[in-house]
């Protein structure tokens, strides 16, 4: 651990103040006495390390005797027997799942169930509740900053209104996340048949592309730059696999002018554009009517062809990994060989649904397995790059570098706190291998996103989660009593005393 000479700004403030209390700088939180794993150029990592905020930014970083002689606190927060790093980055998850965790997963009734659900069976409230739930999950696991698809990335988006995506999106503003909501269109051919409920009463609409368009620019003038650059709006159209649904003529036509509008649309708005299930051949088929490059962040990209890798570098287009999908164990994901062409990768989680939750530390783990395993070599994916892909590669492939993904001075304040002093992590040394293997999120004990504390000491301390927790409940039941699915809840045939579930 390096205990430096040197504090980026700090040294400054250090050299020409007096010491004494009244010299003091004022500033409005001083996290004191952690050890902080800053994730900055130098990769430092502080033993008694201090982080002071003003605002929504750090202001200095370095050692806790220096800090708090320099800098007098409107409130400390005690970091001793703990960790501080930046917030983790979750990728790539979806807004709806929460509400749909494990129905019909070892049947081939889930993804038929989430598109019923999310189009057919679907409130305002649904949408409401999911966000809530599922941004006190993630603040609860320490993810600051999330991406998620409004729907199935694939199958549904819930763009035929307005108001859905409102909710949405005032609920996240509620708990307090940085968010990306990636919104967009269905797949052709259209229109769209999407219920809309009043109580008990409902009301089927037709939906066209052009609707879903409008309703998604909308969304983008309402949300994106909105509670103090937190909440923003991010493109998405689903990946065609020629393979898999081989179009021609007017068909294959209508997918390249919808996915090169809607493309057009996010270059308009400088937004994020992203693409969720790429595999072999479709990276090739997005390039060649012009969706690709910086600003795109393609997901699972699995078994990609050598041409498409060096497309990628090209245009250099982002990857999000997630090690814990049914992708992954489909087809391999080829991260040692895009990450030694300079492909910037980052994780999701693919979450919350069907298998798998909001905690990277967990997918961190999956992934060192995930590889390793192909390779047959335990020295594959260091943990510290691993860290990278959840921090600064994920801030990198996010456009969002600038502002967070480590503990920098004049970047966000997007900090948790990592309970180190637990059985599973002493002896409290070796930070950085205990947080890559050891920490699970529930060793998150406080959290901050843009300055302001989210968590702290385990308590949630924006919403009212025991409300939360009922209002879920009470959503994800009425969801499955509109769409008569609850046969979905039942354990499957084929679940105890075999080798594999039938086919």
């Given at each position: 651990m390096h205990r430096p000479l040197a504090i980026t700004l700090a040294t400054l403030s250090l050299a020409s103040c007096g010491g004494g209390a009244g010299d003091r700088e004022p500033v409005d939180i001083l996290i004191t006495g952690g050890t902080v794993i800053t994730m900055d150029s130098s990769r430092r990592v502080l033993e008694d390390g201090a982080v002071a905020i003003t605002r929504d930014r750090i202001v200095a970083i370095g050692l806790t005797a220096d800090l708090t002689a320099t800098y007098a606190a409107r409130e400390t927060i005690n970091a001793d027997k703990k960790i501080v790093m930046p917030g983790l980055i979750d990728g790539h998850g979806h807004a709806g799942h929460g509400l749909v965790k494990s129905m019909g997963m070892d049947t081939d009734e889930w993804y038929p169930a989430t598109e019923t659900?999310?189009?057919?069976?679907?409130?305002?409230?649904?949408?409401?509740?999911?966000?809530?739930l599922t941004g006190v999950e993630r603040?609860?696991?320490?993810?600051?900053?999330?991406?998620?698809?409004?729907?199935?990335?694939?199958?549904?988006t819930r763009t035929d209104d307005v108001k859905y995506g409102n909710a949405y999106m005032q609920?996240?503003?509620?708990?307090?996340?940085?968010?990306?909501?990636a919104v967009g269109p269905r797949r052709p051919p259209f229109p769209k048949t999407y219920t809309d409920w009043n109580r008990d009463s409902s009301t089927d609409v037709a939906v066209t592309f052009a609707q879903q368009l409008a309703v998604s620019e909308e969304l983008i003038k309402t949300w994106h730059g909105a509670a103090d650059g937190r909440l923003n709006i991010a493109m998405m159209f689903p990946t065609h696999r020629q393979e898999e649904t081989p179009l021609s003529g007017a068909a294959l036509e209508e997918v390249i002018q919808q996915a090169q509008a809607t493309r057009d649309l996010s270059r308009r708005y400088k937004l994020l554009f992203t693409q969720?299930?790429?595999?072999?051949?479709?990276?090739?088929?997005?390039?060649?009517?012009?969706?690709?490059?910086?600003?795109?962040?393609?997901?699972h990209a699995t078994e990609l062809t050598p041409e498409e890798i060096a497309i990628l570098v090209q245009t250099r287009t982002n990857?999000?990994?997630?090690?814990?999908?049914?992708?992954?164990?489909?087809?391999?994901?080829?991260?040692?060989?895009?990450?030694?062409?300079?492909?910037?990768?980052?994780l999701g989680s693919d979450g919350v649904a069907p298998d798998r939750s909001y905690d990277m530390f967990r997918h961190m783990f999956q992934?060192?397995?995930?590889?390793?395993?192909?390779?047959?070599?335990?020295?594959?994916?260091?943990?510290?790059?691993?860290?990278?892909?959840?921090?600064?590669?994920?801030?990198?492939?996010?456009?969002?570098?600038?502002?967070?993904?480590?503990?920098?001075?004049g970047k966000k304040a997007d900090i948790i706190l990592i309970d180190w002093f637990r059985p599973h992590m002493v002896p409290m040394?070796?930070?950085?291998?205990?947080?890559?293997?050891?920490?699970?999120?529930?060793?998150?004990?406080?959290?901050?996103?843009?300055?302001?504390?989210?968590?702290?000491?385990?308590?949630?301390?924006?919403?009212?989660?025991?409300?939360?927790l009922t209002l879920a409940q009470r959503e994800a039941d009425a969801a499955i009593r509109r769409t008569g699915l609850d046969s979905l809840l039942r354990t499957p045939e084929g679940f105890w005393g075999t080798s594999r579930f039938p086919d």
């Open positions: 659900i999310y189009a057919r069976g679907s409130t305002v409230d649904f949408w409401r509740a999911e966000a809530l603040v609860r696991f320490g993810v600051t900053t999330a991406l998620s698809y409004f729907g199935g990335g694939d199958m549904i609920a996240t503003a509620d708990v307090g996340l940085r968010y990306i909501l969720d299930g790429h595999t072999t051949n479709s990276v090739k088929f997005a390039h060649s009517i012009g969706l690709l490059g910086p600003d795109a962040l393609l997901s990857i999000v990994h997630n090690p814990s999908a049914n992708a992954a164990t489909r087809r391999r994901f080829q991260l040692v060989e895009l990450l030694d062409a300079g492909v910037t990768v980052m992934a060192m397995r995930y590889h390793r395993f192909y390779w047959r070599d335990t020295k594959v994916l260091p943990p510290g790059k691993v860290l990278e892909m959840v921090t600064i590669d994920a801030a990198r492939a996010l456009g969002m570098e600038r502002d967070i993904g480590s503990l920098d001075v040394n070796m930070p950085l291998y205990r947080v890559a293997y050891f920490a699970n999120g529930n060793d998150v004990t406080t959290v901050l996103v843009n300055g302001r504390i989210l968590m702290r000491d385990r308590v949630v301390l924006t919403v009212n989660e025991t409300e939360v």
